[in-house]
């Protein structure tokens, strides 16, 4: 029985959470593989194509070293869904009260979603401190966490959303970033090609940005 984690553990393990869209059952597994081997074991898939789930429980099945978790958490449905292929840890793009009970019942550790003040007092009133900044360059960057660093000292955030390996490093030196999400892992040819030596080579540059927090 694998270990359950806490959210804060999900976003510690590495500088880079992939943001993983997989459109074919046979990239999960070569991909997850690809990703350990460059120091990437945390990976969201997201729930967005027909063969997410079973991408996740290929995963799950197949690449024990790898901790496969659930993106685009919609619903308390797609929590279900995700924590019974075998997903440790769940991402969504915004947080609802129902996904955090659901997640809470299932012991899914949840990264949720959150842009906005009240987003983050909902968040923190069911007990979520560690939380995804969702769509972090769009909806104020770097200002934006600077400005959550005065009421909200107690938070640590993923943003994610138009973040890549350019400017990844300056959202990683921010006190209250412990990392940083992103599709940048994961090009869409690279994956179509098999060119998992590549996916490897792009990880490794990922986990080998230097955070502030840790
Ligand atoms: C997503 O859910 O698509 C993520 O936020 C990824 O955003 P990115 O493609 O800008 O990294």
Redesign the pocket.
């Known amino acids: 029985m694998a270990v359950t984690l806490t959210p804060l553990e999900v976003m510690s393990d590495a500088p880079v959470i992939p943001?993983i869209v997989l459109t074919e059952l046979a990239q999960a597994v070569p991909l997850a593989r690809a990703m350990v081997a460059g120091g990437i074991r945390m990976l969201e898939v997201?729930l967005r194509t027909p063969v997410a789930l079973a991408c996740i429980e290929a995963i799950a099945r197949d690449v024990p070293e790898a901790v496969v978790g659930a993106?685009?958490i919609r619903s308390a449905a797609d929590a279900q869904a995700a924590a019974m292929a075998g997903a440790r840890f769940g991402v969504s793009?915004g947080y609802t009260g129902a996904i955090g009970k659901a997640c809470h019942d299932l012991g899914l550790p949840l990264l949720p979603g959150v842009a906005t003040a009240g987003e983050i007092m909902a968040a923190q009133e069911d007990g979520y401190t560690a939380l995804k900044f969702?769509?972090a360059v769009q909806a104020g960057g770097l200002a934006m966490l600077k400005a959550w660093q005065g009421p909200f000292g107690d938070v640590k955030f993923c943003p994610?959303?138009?973040?890549t390996g350019g400017n990844a490093g300056e959202f990683l030196r921010l006190p209250n970033v412990v990392c940083v999400?992103?599709?940048?892992l994961t090009p869409r040819e690279t994956l179509a090609r098999g060119e998992w030596a590549h996916i490897t080579q792009i990880a490794q540059q990922a986990a080998g940005l230097k955070r502030h927090s840790l």
Do not use: A, K
């Open positions: 943001v997201t993106g685009t793009p969702f769509p994610t959303g138009g973040i999400g992103g599709s940048w």
